[in-house]
């Protein structure tokens, strides 16, 4: 084995030197240099030289901050020392002033109180006057929004009262213009009266016993007629006599009793309002008064007594009735077909009962089963009626 380079021959301890890092520093470097050392071993040896350079890192880390703590620690231990070797005297006339400057700071104090108890008492006026300036201005603000109020529901009852006056106007005596809103309008009684053919006619019709169809069809026919008749009469008589009342005449339609002035047609347009208003009341009143008062009388002609009168057929009158009733209290009032046997079969205004027409040249009405409804007398169709047209 070759002797290592430059190895050092003295072992220096004052340089703060293990004994373990000089060896490897000195001697097994060289070595491995020279390769008479094994690199397994030379890399053990450098890690531990490696740690144990990181430990003795930490350690001078740990020195220094102790070092600066203790002179922190001196520092402070001096500027204690010098504080206590100033003069007693400024510290005694620092704790205990003067009378004089008692004096005088009290008075200073009494001063500053009493401007700052001024200006709190005047700052409390002006939030006083504040405070009733604002009540004011808000009571007087909540004033003009109840007028505001007041006024946006006068205009917008001006407007509903306008809007309605003109459609009124438009409608008065225009029975083509129709109020969409109203429940009870023509086209609506059509409807109505047309169910009644589908609906109670039938079972009418289905619980009459001991007669044919032809007579059965005819006291059907003749008892919707007759209720229309009935619910006519009443109207106009009603109208005449609160008419009369009223303006302390008889007037009679068409005459000229019945000039129109301003106080007629507030009249009359009074009333129409209130036969609208209560039509659903007084219709039931007189569906009810028509059967002991027109019906009974009606079917002793036709051999049914009034103990053969049957639910159904009772039910069947008071309907056309009420309906009837309703067609009346329009303005004008409606109107139903003038059913005439041997007529002329028009399929504008009727629809075949049970026979077909499309094989006869010339059909004419043979049974009348229903009749027509107008939307006033000699107006346009509302309802078709249903007419038995002549055989072959």
């Known amino acids: 084995m070759s002797s290592p380079k430059q190895v050092p021959t003295k072992f220096n301890p004052t340089l703060g030197e ?3 890092e000089y060896f490897i520093t000195n001697y097994l470097i060289h070595w491995f240099q020279a390769k008479t050392v094994k690199p397994d ?3 053990r040896a450098m890690k531990e030289l490696t740690l144990l350079n990181k430990r003795k890192a930490k350690q001078a880390n740990k020195d220094n901050i102790s070092t600066v703590s203790k002179q922190n620690i001196d520092s402070e231990r001096e500027e204690v020392k010098k504080l206590g070797e100033r003069p007693s005297s400024a510290i ?4 205990n002033p003067s009378k004089q400057e008692q004096a005088s700071g009290s008075r200073n104090i009494q001063l500053e109180n009493g401007r700052l108890k001024s200006e709190i008492h005047a700052l409390e006026e002006q939030l006083s006057e504040v405070y009733l300036e604002l009540q004011d201005k808000s009571s007087r603000l909540n004033r003009m929004k109840e007028d505001l109020k007041n006024s946006v529901q006068e205009v917008n009852d001006l407007k509903i009262r306008l809007s309605k006056l003109a459609g009124d106007k438009l409608r008065d005596n225009n029975p083509d213009l129709a109020d969409l809103s109203d429940t009870n309008r023509p086209t609506e009684l059509g409807k109505r009266f047309s169910e009644i053919y589908d609906n109670e006619w039938s079972d009418a019709f289905e619980n009459i016993e001991k007669k044919d169809e032809t007579e059965k069809v005819r006291i059907l026919h003749e008892v919707a007629v007759s209720a229309f008749k009935y619910c ?4 106009r008589g009603q109208v005449e006599e609160i008419r009369g009342i009223l303006l302390q005449e008889t007037l009679n339609p068409g005459s000229d009793e019945s000039r129109k002035t301003t106080k007629t047609v507030n009249i009359h347009n009074n009333l129409k309002e209130m036969r609208k208003q209560f039509a659903p009341i007084t219709a039931v009143n007189v569906a009810q008064n028509f059967v002991p008062d027109r019906l009974e009388d009606l079917l002793q ?3 049914i007594p009034p103990e053969e009168i049957t639910d159904s057929l009772r039910k069947y009158a008071m309907k056309c009735a009420e309906i009837c009733w309703y067609m009346v209290v329009c303005d004008p009032p409606m109107a139903l ?8 079969f028009n399929t504008d205004i009727y629809k075949p009962y049970t026979r077909s027409i499309r094989d006869v040249k010339t059909p004419v009405v043979e049974l009348h ?3 027509a409804l107008h939307l006033h007398d000699g107006g346009p169709l509302v309802a078709k009626g249903v007419a038995q047209p002549n055989a072959k």
Do not use: A, C, L
Not at 232 to 235: K, M, R, V
Not at 337 to 344: A, F, H, L, N, T
């Open 18 to 20: 293990g004994v373990y």
């Open 41 to 43: 071993v030379y890399n």
């Open 92 to 95: 005694v006339t620092r704790r």
């Open 232 to 235: 006519h009469g009443i109207f």
């Open 301 to 303: 002609g036709t051999q």
């Open 337 to 344: 077909s003038e059913d005439i046997k041997g007529m002329k």
């Open 369 to 371: 089963v229903w009749p």
